[in-house]
Each structure stands twice: as C-alpha cells, then as structure tokens.
C-alpha cells in the first residue's frame, strides 16, 4: 500500500520561507509525477506544482518565481521549496503521486496516491 508523509509546515511571517517534504513508500518504483496541491479553507484544493522522473516542472501561476519543486528518485522524497511567503498561501498543502501515467499534470484527478497534509499558516 502507498503512503505519502509529508513534513515541514507552519507557521511563517510574510516573506519568510518554508521547505516541505513528501517521502513515498510502498511500491518499488518511484512514481512518474508528483505534485503538491493546497487547499485553504472554504476553498477547493488547487494545484500548486508538479515534477515528473526527468525533473521536468510544472508550476501554478500564483507561486511561479516563489515556489521551487524537486525530487530524489532514490529516496522516493520530493521538496517544495517556498520563499517570498504570502498571508493568501496559508492552506493544507497535500502531496501527491502518479504511479501510472508518465505525464506531468495539473489535474488533481490524475493522482492515484494522496499525503495527509500538513499546514502552512503565514500571518501578515
């Protein structure tokens, strides 16, 4: 069975920086793609950022040029590497995996294996 477990959340002032990790198990490959979604409250998750097993990266408009995605394929772990912090980037971000497709995605649907979630909160 997988299992995402993500780490890093908190709580930031803006402007700060906050490094979030997500390590998959329970499968003997990596996955093609992972992503980090959010999703604030009242509000549907959106995607944030996506990386397939060549490294290739896929961002959300709101956190390009802020927000750096990565991977290490032998640790099965990405990043999500987050500076300039905004108060509107507070959210549950949830990591998330494609074993099955080798194509990058934005589509939440398109995942087949989800993290619990770990909080973000920046204040102003």
């Known amino acids: 069975q997988v299992q995402l477990v993500e780490s890093g959340g908190g709580l930031v002032q803006a402007g700060g920086s906050l490094r979030l990790s997500c390590a998959a198990s329970?499968?003997?490959?990596?996955?093609?793609?992972m992503g980090w979604f959010r999703q604030a409250p009242g509000k549907e998750r959106e995607f944030v950022a996506a990386?397939?097993?060549?490294?290739?990266?896929y961002y959300a408009d709101s956190v390009k040029g802020r927000f750096t995605i990565s991977r290490d394929n032998a640790k099965n772990t990405e990043y999500l590497e987050m500076k300039s912090l905004k108060p509107e980037d507070t959210a549950i971000y949830y990591c998330?995996?494609?074993?099955?497709?080798?194509?990058?995605?934005?589509?939440?649907?398109?995942?087949?294996?989800w993290g619990q979630g770990t909080q973000v909160t920046v204040s102003s």
């Open positions: 329970g499968r003997t490959y990596s996955p093609y793609v």
């Open positions: 990386i397939n097993w060549r490294s290739n990266t």
């Open positions: 998330a995996a494609d074993f099955l497709r080798d194509t990058i995605t934005y589509s939440l649907t398109d995942f087949d294996s």
